[in-house]
């Protein structure tokens, strides 16, 4: 039987989460949420557990662990790990996004979405969705 997997790069327990979660299970057979830590930061790698398993979205979490402050290596060679398994006829990543008002205020935010867009679709066979949820910000 096919079978989709949905991987969920996420940063922190937040609405964004929530909304690329609701987004995946909806696209997917499988979710998986993954966050990447620097190696020397296990004191953050364990809150984001406790936060993750205190809310308990029924999507496992996967903490990926990297010697460099990057997260696009951890999270390609992730999805080429998964991939390999060969267990899903499709491997999708969700990448959640903040999509402010303003566009100076996109310039200001942080592009961690297009680069691992790249990454991934250089290095794997993935298939690329990007959430982008709208942020209202007060004046």
Known sequence: MPTDLVIVPVGAVNRLTQEALGAALSLGDEVRAVTVVHVEDQAEAAGIRDLWNRWHPDVPLTVLTSQTRSL?????????????????????????????????????QNQRGAVLDRAIRKHTNAVICRLRFRIQVPN
Not at 72 to 100: G, S
Request: glycine letters at 0%; zero cysteines; hydrophobic letters at 45%.
């Open 72 to 108: 696009t290596r951890p999270i390609v060679d992730y999805v080429r790990l998964v991939d390999a398994e060969d267990e899903h006829d499709r491997v999708v990543v969700l990448i959640p996004e903040m999509q402010l008002p303003r566009p100076w205020q996109r310039l200001l």
